[in-house]
């Protein structure tokens, strides 16, 4: 599979988030974007593309370091969009060029149809206070502000009335479950407590578009996990378009409707979590997807086989059933359940057998990972 494959512009998605129609316009684009850091950085792209140089050979014959590679994929209305690698793989580099934190040596990003790249200071001012939103890995909240004019503060930017902007920030810092902590300053409270501030901050701010860096990253496991349910729970109620940077693929597999994968400033995979388990792209993908848990990822309808003759009187399963609930249903059932759809019609049937494979390979014997 050519890279040009991998950073194909899907329409699939996962979770609760419709595949889309061709016609529909995306939230975000990302066109061919590269990133180069260092003197005379566009000259050293053209030099960069024509001989094809990796990272190193960037850095060691013209000293400039590629940040971002040909990176094109498009996110969707409403997804949980997450952007995983390792450190120095390109991922928050990446996410400033959505709100021109950085600016790219070469390409084009389009939000909601607004080529972000021909926006003037005035406008990217206000493209920033209106239409998007950052949560930082730090926190970054004010040390002399309350938690409540912490929250308010985007109101505050764009001059609403003191009494509304508060009041708007009492709502949501009940959302995140901070009801009672208005009058607190950030030092008092716990790691957890203020990145749940940065959220409800964030919230407040009602953008379109939610980009959040390694929100979590720095927060103790069980904290960290608890957020993320709590986010998943906000993100069900406000349907914005999130762009989630994490290098924890367990975080990226729990929360995102699709997963962009890099390496050295190249995207190396965009899908479903289920498509990334099953279905690697390459041997660096199979490796990161290794040691994940296949039980919440893989679902019914990747590892059913045709059905001739639907045995009514054998367990039943749906389509988005996962290997988890699969495998309490044929505990004690030796005949293969029968896979339903919507409409309650058979439309295939699972064995053990299908089941023990997925769990320990995650891909069928016709489709090795690559």
């Known amino acids: 599979m050519s890279n040009g494959e991998h950073r194909h512009r899907s329409a699939t998605t996962s979770k609760s988030i419709a595949p889309l129609s061709s016609t529909v316009e995306p939230a975000i684009s990302i066109d061919h974007v590269w990133k180069v850091f260092g003197d005379n950085s566009k000259h050293v792209l053209k030099q960069i593309q024509q001989q094809n140089l990796s990272k190193t050979a960037a850095l060691e014959q013209h000293n400039c370091v590629i940040g971002v590679a040909d990176v094109s994929f498009d996110i969707h209305r409403g997804e949980i969009f997450c952007v995983m690698g390792l450190s120095g793989s390109g991922k928050s580099t990446l996410v400033r060029h959505i709100n021109r934190l950085l600016e790219p040596t070469s390409g084009g990003i389009t939000v909601n149809g607004r080529d972000v790249m021909s926006m003037n200071p005035a406008e990217l001012r206000q493209y920033r206070n209106e239409h998007i939103a950052m949560v930082f890995q730090n926190f970054a ?5 309350s938690v409540l004019d912490n929250i308010a503060m985007p109101l505050e930017i764009r001059g609403q009335p003191k009494n509304k902007r508060i009041e708007r920030a009492r709502e949501i810092l009940e959302m995140v479950e901070l ?17 749940r501030v940065g959220l409800a901050r964030a919230i407040a701010a009602d953008s379109e578009i939610l980009l959040m860096d390694e929100p979590f990253s720095a927060l103790d496991p069980l904290i960290r996990r608890q957020l ?23 975080e990226a597999v729990r929360i995102g409707n699709r ?25 660096y993908v199979a490796d990161f997807v290794a040691g994940i ?3 919440k990822v893989v679902r019914a309808h990747a590892i059913m086989e045709p059905i001739e003759a639907p045995n009514v009187c054998a367990t039943q399963c749906q389509l988005s059933d996962d290997l988890s609930t699969l495998i309490r249903l044929a505990i004690n059932n030796e005949d293969p359940l029968q896979v339903v759809d919507d409409n309650g019609q058979f439309v295939g049937q699972i064995r053990r057998s299908a089941l023990l494979q997925a769990v320990i390979e995650g891909a069928d014997d016709e489709t090795p990972a690559r």
Request: charged letters at 20%; a negative charge; proline letters at 4%.
């Open 141 to 145: 909240l004010m040390p002399h502000r």
């Open 293 to 295: 848990s296949r039980l």
């Open 228 to 250: 993320q349910s709590e986010f998943m729970r906000l993100a069900s109620v406000m349907n914005k378009t999130t762009v989630f940077i994490t290098h924890d693929l367990d």
């Open 179 to 195: 009801g009672g902590w208005g009058n607190k300053f950030a030092h008092e409270l716990s790691g957890g407590m203020q990145q």
């Open 259 to 283: 997963i962009a994968i890099m390496r050295d400033g190249s995207v190396v995979q965009v899908g479903t979590p289920e498509e990334i388990v099953m279905h690697p792209a390459d041997d």
